[in-house]
């Protein structure tokens, strides 16, 4: 039950990531979908753990990408 599996992304390439969100920047794009694209996340070969990522908006993204990511 260790966090060393965790994927990481600094905390201030994902508040910028928010930011551009708030302002439209990912216009016609679920939240879920805009950060998989943002990050590039379709370059990790462990795509099992990210299942559910790209679909998901709103809250639901929002919990996904806090629970699957630790901010550093």
């Known amino acids: ?4 599996s965790s994927l990481q ?3 201030a390439a994902y508040e ?6 708030s ?8 939240l879920g979908q805009a950060f998989y694209n ?4 379709h370059k990790l070969t462990d795509q099992a753990r990210l299942h559910g990522l790209y679909e998901a908006d709103g809250e ?13």
């Open 38 to 41: 943002h990050f590039k996340l």
């Open 60 to 72: 639901k993204a929002s919990g996904l990408i806090l629970r699957l990511f630790h901010l550093h």
């Open 23 to 30: 302002q439209g920047s990912f216009e016609h794009q679920r």
């Open 16 to 21: 910028e990531f928010i930011c551009l969100w």
């Open 9 to 11: 992304i600094e905390r």
């Open 1 to 4: 039950m260790g966090t060393d």
